[in-house]
């Protein structure tokens, strides 16, 4: 079983390295947050927590919460939808005792989706590549054996590794069947890349820290101390997995 995994992991990582050679997303840097649309969150993450945003349009309360041994999932969704029926979605995931960097991971999640997908429906773009963190699209143009209307879906992704622990953020818009090579929906590229340019560095922080990577130091960034959310998570699970 390991030598079968980490066969997969090889030959995805030597798909991983001919494609992001030629699908570079320019970096978008930080621009100035408009209050208005946007509320900060704090999202539990085991001994730790991240500070992230989420539109004004969408529900504060995480909509789901999946956990297993090392791993917990929240998802956030906007307040018109429901788990059973959505369009969009934001995932804040923590993997501890992770053997895995960011880049292995976001492969392993890439083969999971050509398995959903299938290989030629699947594709990715690098945004920034860096020790113990990755920026990433990844893109299903269609789903298999899905006879829905909405069957394709696009995902941008932040995940972090700080000691043994991985923290992921993703972002998903779903929406019509389209072709990965030729014609990703542009709008919904946009509002991911609008995403991952306003949410800025790093926002992973102790609650009861008061060093530079404190909560504090981030609700400061931007400028939320007194309206932040701290999510709250009912102690049951729910298994849906998002897809």
Not at 155 to 174: C, G, M, V
Not at 195 to 211: A, Q, V
Request: charged share 20%; proline share 3%; net charge positive.
């Amino acid at each position: 079983m390991k030598i079968t995994i980490k066969l997969l992991l090889l030959t995805s990582f030597l798909v991983f390295l001919s494609c992001s050679k030629k699908n570079n997303i320019t970096y978008y840097s930080n621009q100035k947050l408009d209050q208005s649309k946007w509320n900060t969150v704090v999202v539990p993450a085991y001994d730790a927590a991240i500070v992230t945003l989420l539109p004004v349009n969408w529900s504060t309360d995480a909509a789901y919460k999946k956990s297993g041994a090392n791993f917990q999932t929240i998802g956030f969704i906007p307040e018109s939808q429901t788990v059973d029926n959505w369009d969009q979605m934001l995932s804040v995931t923590s993997h501890i005792n992770m053997p895995l960097n960011p880049k292995q991971h976001f492969i392993f999640t890439y083969v999971l989706m050509q398995k959903m997908c299938g290989a030629k429906n699947t594709s990715f773009q690098i945004i920034e590549d860096k020790k113990d963190f990755l920026g990433a699209v990844l893109m299903c143009g269609k789903k298999i054996d899905n006879d829905k209307k909405i069957s394709g879906n696009l995902s941008i992704y932040r995940i972090y590794k700080i000691e043994d622990t991985l923290y992921s953020i993703s972002y998903t818009i779903k929406g019509k069947e389209y072709n990965v090579k030729k014609d990703a929906p542009a709008q919904s590229i946009d509002s991911l890349l609008e995403y991952y340019k306003i949410t800025g560095p790093t926002m992973i922080c102790n609650l009861e820290d008061d060093n530079s990577h404190s909560c504090n130091q981030y609700l400061d960034y931007y400028n939320a101390e007194k309206t932040a959310k701290y999510v709250k998570v009912k102690e049951e699970e729910n298994n849906f997995m998002g897809y």
